[in-house]
């Protein structure tokens, strides 16, 4: 089983990042895919669900109508798109499917 994120980078207060995960080894199209991040000094806390029948969504008050969350299960991946960024969303962003596998996290810093 493999869960890759990728996408992270330093980007400016009210900039945009997409972020993507790459999951192998097991039926994606199975799974609630989710983003979490965790910020340093803090609890790692969701950010964003997607199901999996239907992709119905849901996200943090935090992120709500800023971040979007998607998925094209024929290329078993799950996309987090972040637009105005604040310094507050800076984190290492984690991929988790269902809850049971995740990947080792894409760094996000935002800050001018």
């Known amino acids: 089983v493999q869960v890759v994120e990728s996408g992270g980078g330093l980007v400016q207060p009210g900039g945009s990042l997409r972020l993507s995960c790459v999951a192998s080894g097991f039926t994606f199209s199975n799974y609630n895919m989710r983003w979490y991040r965790q910020a340093p000094g803090k609890d790692r806390e969701l950010v964003a669900t997607?199901?999996?029948?239907?992709?119905?969504?849901n996200y943090a008050d935090s992120v709500k109508g800023r971040f979007t969350i998607s998925r094209d299960n024929t290329k078993n991946t799950v996309y987090l798109q972040m637009n105005d960024l604040k310094p507050e969303d800076t984190a290492v962003y984690y991929c988790?499917?269902?809850?049971?596998?995740w990947g080792q996290g894409t760094q996000v810093t935002v800050s001018s």
């Open positions: 997607i199901m999996s029948s239907r992709g119905s969504t």
């Open positions: 988790y499917a269902g809850l049971i596998y």
